[in-house]
């Protein structure tokens, strides 16, 4: 990096992006030892709403857990574009949208479990039909929603690689991680189709998160090489 680069950076947005990132990965990381309580399944609603009922907690912990983190992964998207805009805007700024748009979209769904666990649980334990009814519309709905907004996240996600790959300062593995992580997310938005794709969701989810606390490792080392040039 030459003296130019430094002097183009603006540290606040990476800084933020990196603090943001890696605050809403640890919530991820949380919130999936609260989900692993309770035995999800897209093809047995039922069952996966009485074990919501069942297990309040763990249920509404892990809704808000995911999406507050979603939220939270707005300014590390936001922060990576406008590093990213430094050495040409374009791709960066895109990817930043499809990815902002899928934690917005996602957000919302993430939160039906909760409305399930602390709003329906009574009539669900009680064998209230309606009750049970609802909570099963109510988490069919979500997980259609949630499979959408994949498909955003992988488009957002591969675009991001590119500009990342574009940019060349990030470390060379990054870029293919994030591409990776695109290709499975949009791989399990298509188990609606072909239910075996679920599978993905781990995967992707294993690869975006080492491509976020990646990212963010890398930008918080980033400001730390512009402090002394700024001095």
Do not use: C, Y
């Not at 039922?46 to 939220?71: G, K, P, V």
């Not at 593995?173 to 994030?178: N, T």
């Amino acid at each position: 990096m030459n003296a130019d680069d430094h002097r183009a950076l603006d540290p606040v947005l990476p800084r933020m992006a990196a603090i943001f990132g890696l605050a809403a990965s640890a919530l991820i990381i949380l919130a999936v030892v609260f989900v692993s309580q309770i035995n999800l399944s897209s093809d047995d609603l039922a069952r996966s709403a009485q074990d919501m009922a069942h297990h309040r907690f763990a249920a509404e912990t892990s809704a808000w857990l995911f999406a507050l983190a979603l939220i939270g992964f707005v300014p590390f998207f936001l922060g990576l574009a406008a590093t990213l805009g430094q050495r040409g805007p374009g791709l960066g700024w895109i990817g930043a949208a499809l990815l902002i748009a899928f934690a917005v979209m996602n957000a919302p769904a993430n939160l039906a479990p909760f409305v399930v666990a602390h709003h329906l649980a009574a009539g669900i334990n009680a064998g209230d039909p309606v009750a049970q009814a609802v909570a099963e519309g109510m988490l069919g709905f979500s997980l259609v929603v949630d499979k959408m907004a994949h498909v955003v996240f992988g488009i957002g996600a591969l675009l991001t690689a590119r500009a990342m790959a574009a940019d060349g300062r990030f470390p060379r593995w990054l870029p293919p991680v994030a591409a990776i992580a695109g290709i499975l997310m949009i791989l399990f938005a298509l188990a609606l189709a072909v239910p075996a794709l679920e599978l993905a969701l781990a995967l992707g989810s294993a690869f975006t998160l080492l491509w976020i606390i990646g990212s963010s490792l890398w930008l918080l080392g980033l400001m730390r090489a512009v402090a002394p040039a700024g001095r």
